[in-house]
Every structure is written in C-alpha cells, then in structure tokens.
C-alpha cells in the first residue's frame, strides 16, 4: 500500500458551517441544519452524546456514512486525518478545537478519519447519514506514532472498542479493501 505523505491542513470536503444564534428576551434559538446546506448524504439518525473530561473518542473512519457535528456545550479538540488515496488532500492532519461558545457545525465525509478529545464536560450532537454497521466502524489506536496527531491527552480514557483498535496502517488498508469490496 502506497503511505499517505502527511501534511497539515483541512482535509477536502470537510467542512465548517458557522452557525448563528439569535437572542430575545426569552433566550435564544440556533438553526443547526439545514438541507439545502447540502452537506453530502442527508442525516438517517441523531445522536446526543455526554463526554467527561479526558475522554476520547476514536480514531474511526467510515467507508460509507458521513457525519455532521456539533459541539452543544463545553470543549472538544478534532483531529481529522484524510485516508482516501483519490484525494487531493490525501494525508492532511488537522486538530482543530470547538466550543459550545462558538457553535458551528462541521461535516465530515466518509474516508476522514476522525477522534474526539474532550479536555472538560461536554455535549457533543450529531448525525449520520446511514444506520449503524459494523462492516463500517473502521478505527485505529488514538496515539499510534504513524497518524501522530498532537492530542494534548496522556492517558484519556477510551471505550473498550478504541482501547483494542488496530493500527493506522492497518486501519488504512481495511478502508482501502472496503471500498474495493462496495465497487
């Protein structure tokens, strides 16, 4: 397999949507998607998830769904490194933080790999555009030195899944075989 030549920036077809709050009197509302927005295959499925501090989550990468994220409350440092071998991107890193305090949604095509740190509490919402399948639940340890994204984490604590996940060559070549496979 031919080794991604890792750079640093956002990798193509990821992208970040500022989302705008309007305050009154009462609070406050956020539009948070919208379809002409056009953000790849439109959301199957929501999902609310609730992270401690010092968690993370992944690195996982999806051979078919996408994923549009927002971070509600609190903090979360994404890394991003894309794996699709026809990108013009292909081996673009980037750690990005986003907060509660700027919300903005970000969209994730499949083939970018993806982990989330969380520093502090936080509320994490997102979609996905194809029901749950194992066959593409594809990851990779957090801190393997060949995907060397800077997680400012010593020891977070991981699911069980993340805890055993392979390693990034290897998560590459299962990407690689998944997609040959739905050719």
């Not at 549009?68 to 903090?75: D, E, N």
């Not at 673009?92 to 520093?119: D, K, N, S």
Request: hydrophobic content about 35%; charged content about 15%; aromatic content about 10%.
């Amino acid at each position: 397999m031919r080794q991604p030549q890792f750079s640093w920036g956002e990798p193509d077809g990821v992208t970040f949507t500022p989302l705008t709050t309007h305050p009154d009197s009462r609070g406050d509302l956020t539009e948070l998607f919208r379809l002409e927005w056009q953000l790849g295959q439109p959301p199957v499925q929501w999902n609310l998830v609730h992270s401690r501090p010092d968690v993370l989550r992944g690195v996982h990468v999806h051979p078919t769904h996408e994923d549009y994220l927002i971070v509600i409350q609190g903090r979360m440092l994404l890394g991003l490194c894309d794996i699709r071998q026809d990108s013009p991107t292909w081996g673009a890193r980037w750690l990005i933080e986003l907060t509660g305090q700027q919300l903005q949604g970000v969209f994730i095509p499949h083939g970018v790999a993806h982990g989330f740190y969380f520093p502090e509490p936080a509320t994490l919402l997102y979609s996905v555009s194809h029901y749950w399948d194992i066959r593409d639940e594809l990851g990779c340890r957090w801190d393997d030195p060949v995907l060397n994204l800077p997680w400012p984490a010593q020891n977070p604590s991981l699911s069980a899944r993340d805890t055993t996940a392979s390693s990034f060559e290897q998560m590459c070549l299962d990407y690689a075989a998944a997609c040959h496979a739905a050719v």
